[in-house]
């Protein structure tokens, strides 16, 4: 039934929280829209309790599925950020700066939150640029030489430091 579901918008409200969809139903050709109020959202519910409460809702876990898992992160994290007291637009300044990937940025250092948001972010990458065995140009057993570069040596790899043990 969910194919028969196209999602064309997504917003939410923030008085009283609430994730809002707007789709079109192609079994009856109508636009739709539709209200997923957030029960006991405050500044301090995890992000996932609320995820996890709308797929195993019945009425609204088809609808949940049109979303991305990163999309509906960042909507709950909107909402979240508001309630919280910051703006909408510092709130949507932060949001960016999660999503995107900086190869210095410590990851060991950021919260849990952040840090699920860069790994959905690092996994949706991954996937777009993986090559599957079917995939027009998709090779079997591809090597590749890469420059010799000057290797430093340790005293830890050496094999004059075998010891007994």
């Not at 979303?67 to 909408?88: C, E």
């Not at 410590?106 to 790994?119: A, F, G, I, S, Y």
């Not at 996994?123 to 430093?152: H, I």
């Amino acid at each position: 039934m969910a194919d028969t579901l196209q999602l064309l918008k997504c917003g939410v409200r923030f008085e009283p929280p609430t994730l809002v969809l707007s789709y079109k139903d192609w079994k009856s050709g109508k636009l739709r829209r539709r209200s997923m109020p957030l029960r006991n959202f405050n500044k301090n519910t995890g992000i996932d309790r609320i995820i996890e409460d709308l797929n195993s809702n019945p009425r609204h876990s088809r609808f949940i599925r049109l979303l991305s898992s990163a999309q509906l992160q960042r909507l709950l994290t909107i909402v979240k950020d508001k309630l919280s007291g910051l703006s909408l637009e510092a709130s949507i300044a932060r949001n960016n700066a999660m999503d995107t990937i900086n190869p210095e940025e410590n990851l060991n250092r950021v919260d849990p939150e952040t840090l699920q948001r860069k790994k959905l972010i690092m996994d949706t990458s991954f996937e777009q640029k993986r090559k599957k065995p079917g995939d027009p140009d998709f090779q079997y057993n591809v090597e590749v030489d890469f420059e010799t570069a000057v290797v430093e040596t340790s005293g830890w790899d050496s094999e004059e430091s075998d010891m007994d043990f």
